[in-house]
């Protein structure tokens, strides 16, 4: 259900009573035949059973809902001792898809533009033209045997190495001063 709900979030849960589902509401079920919970949206309702999606997921999941297996819906998180509502029905649904939409058109616009993007940093344009003050800087964060490298310009987290994918995740629009070929990887550590 990321970005609508992350790891970490508190859940707020109020049981249906006498209310109907609606779609778009985001519920807390335990799929049939699992005791796990899980939290996704609604995504469409009929005689058969209720369909849901999580936010994040490209397809609808597998099996259909029925009313027992339904605890509840979501109506805040809390993050940071911060409530947050969550909110429901089609508006809600409408939403999410058209965030979706969007992610993937920015997704093949800056693969197409990649090249471009990195060109000054390679170059070292911006580079030169900060003041040592805003270089980027690399912290070595070390959790037992492991190394987490971050960068930072000034205060702000800018990127991060990751594991899994063995390559360095720099936002926007700071790759424009960072090269991350000459960035060192977690390995370079372990020598």
């Known amino acids: 259900m990321v970005p609508t709900i992350c790891r970490q979030d508190?859940?707020?849960?109020?049981?249906?009573?006498?209310r109907t589902q609606q779609v778009g509401d985001v519920i807390v079920f335990s799929p049939p035949g699992d005791k796990q919970a899980v939290v996704h949206r609604i995504i469409k309702l009929s005689p058969s059973g209720i369909r849901t999606r999580g936010d994040s997921n490209a397809g609808a999941d597998q099996y259909l809902l029925q009313q027992g297996d339904?605890?509840?819906?979501?109506?805040?998180?809390?993050?940071?001792?911060?409530?947050?509502?969550?909110?429901?029905?089609r508006m809600?649904?409408?939403r999410v898809n058209l965030s979706r939409r969007w992610q993937i058109i920015d997704t093949l616009i800056c693969d197409l533009l990649y090249p471009l993007y990195t060109m000054p940093a390679r170059i070292g344009i911006f580079h030169r033209l900060l003041p040592s003050l805003l270089q980027p800087r690399l912290v070595d964060f070390k959790?037992?045997?492991?190394?987490?490298?971050?960068?930072?310009l000034g205060r702000?987290?800018?990127?991060?190495?990751?594991d899994n994918l063995n390559r360095w995740i720099i936002r926007r629009p700071?790759?424009?001063?960072?090269?991350?070929?000459?960035?060192?990887?977690?390995?370079d550590f372990d020598r």
């Open 10 to 18: 508190l859940l707020e849960i109020e049981p249906y009573g006498k």
């Open 70 to 89: 339904i605890t509840g819906r979501v109506v805040a998180t809390w993050r940071i001792n911060q409530r947050q509502k969550i909110k429901g029905g």
């Open 92 to 94: 809600a649904l409408f």
């Open 143 to 152: 959790a037992g045997r492991r190394h987490q490298l971050r960068l930072f």
């Open 156 to 162: 702000h987290l800018i990127g991060h190495y990751e």
């Open 174 to 187: 700071f790759r424009l001063f960072v090269d991350e070929r000459h960035l060192p990887s977690p390995h």
